[in-house]
């Protein structure tokens, strides 16, 4: 069930916003301007989420008797430090308030009272909404994955959740496991792979990140590690097994995301912060263009970018049919002078890729620069 509207009030700098989402939708805006609360305003979802169920199917008389159960704050998803600072500075109540909502008739309310050791006071709604945060329907990659190395970490229990991990540390095992695995939207299917499987298609689509290459993984139970290791054609000519250490950062770094996307079904939420890291303009409109391709196929993905080249690999599927342009959103965030409160401008794209809005701030620091070395 997909989320289509998200509201937020009171958490930190978000005092009062009320998102539209997309099948892709993607968060924008200078650093500090509330992008990272958003984000964290789901995952506290995803934190709390079984407290959240099980409050919404009590009774009022059996919340009265357990009392009120504390908001997880610190936990797999989430590290967000003293709960005093999650109340809006500018707030004029104690009370910090989720909704998320699928259409009018379904949502779900969240509220927690700041006073009370940040107890949730209500969870009520539609909780089926709240399975989008499952397991196997939810993939989150944080801004800092995991770096090159000589071997990666082995966890059967996350394979079997279908994880990768927040930092995509075990990439490299869920492709020793899942290689032979069908892609679930056979849209990703990369134009040069002969199957659907996942391996092959993950090393396609990383050579369009660096020509030629392809990978191969190999775990070892016994150790409780994984190796990765890339090849080069050239010409007639192939390399020996290079370990990460010895190709260039961003291929290990990006491996995440294209396995977060490629494994993805229709209804699943892909969360990514800064895929575009380490990689150069052309892989990162690429990495759009995967994105945009999952979209347009079911897959939900909310993307935190500062890479004007992902907005325009977004821009140019849209313009090539790839994603249609009302199954994308664009947010810029920012904040006004002397305030410390966040503004979310909604900007759309239409058929031919241009925007509807191109504020102040919002991905223009090309032509600043370039204006200076005009005039």
Known sequence: MKINQV??????????INLTLGQLTLIAGINSSGKSSFIQALLLIKENKNTLKNISTLKQTQLQHIGCNTLLSSGEYTELGNKNNLLSYDSSDDTIYFSIHHDDKSHFDILIESKANFDIKKSAGNHQ???IFDDECFCY????????????????????QNSIGLEGEYTAHYLTVKNHQALMIEALKHPKSITNQLLENTALWLSEISSGVSLSAQSYPELERVGLSYQYEYGDNTTGKLSPLQVGFGLTYILPVIVAILKAKPNDLVMIENPESHLHPKGQAKIAELCAIAANHGVQVIVETHSDHFLNGLRVATKNNIISPDKSQIYYFYKNAGELSTHAQQINIDNNGKLTDWPVGFFDEWDNQLDQLLW
């Open 129 to 131: 909404l709240l399975d």
């Open 7 to 16: 509201s937020i009030k009171n958490f930190k700098s978000l005092l009062d």
């Open 141 to 160: 990659l944080k801004t800092n994955r995991t770096a090159p190395a000589n071997d990666f970490p082995y966890s059967e229990e996350k394979i079997s």
